[in-house]
């Protein structure tokens, strides 16, 4: 349990980061940067090394995640799904699993939303085990 918590939080910071970073930075900064601006964010997203470390940060951070949920819930138990830690954990998994949905359909295009939805999936995590 120690080591999918280990790479939950480090590729999950990673992807955090990098959506937050991009949304609330990058996309802006571009915007103003006009038509090269754009031509930047397109290449940027195609990037191989762009694709592939986000890809693989949000994978491992979804994955590992569901690994957890099902230990902590002892197999995905009701008692344990519907209490208070297991609705926040949900919550932030089902916006996790939003973000990666949407980001990957739209392949950059919703760097806000998906930004926003992970925001959200963190606080829900964060709180979870006080609750």
Request: charged share 10%; net charge positive; aromatic share 6%.
């Amino acid at each position: 349990m120690l080591w999918l918590r280990l790479v939950h939080i480090l590729a999950g910071v990673f992807w955090v980061g990098a959506a937050v970073f991009l949304a609330a930075i990058v996309v802006p900064a571009a915007r103003a940067a006009g038509a090269e601006g754009g031509q930047f964010m397109e290449r940027l997203m195609q990037q191989p090394r762009t694709r592939a470390a986000l890809g693989a940060a949000m994978l491992l951070t979804v994955l590992s995640g569901l690994a957890m949920y099902g230990r902590l819930s002892g197999g995905f138990q009701r008692g344990w799904v519907t209490s208070p830690q297991g609705l926040a954990l949900g919550l932030g998994a089902i916006a996790a699993i939003l973000a990666a949905a949407i980001g990957g359909a739209r392949r950059g295009r919703s760097p806000g939303l998906v930004a926003g939805l992970l925001v959200v999936a963190v606080a829900a995590m964060a709180i979870a085990r006080y609750l």
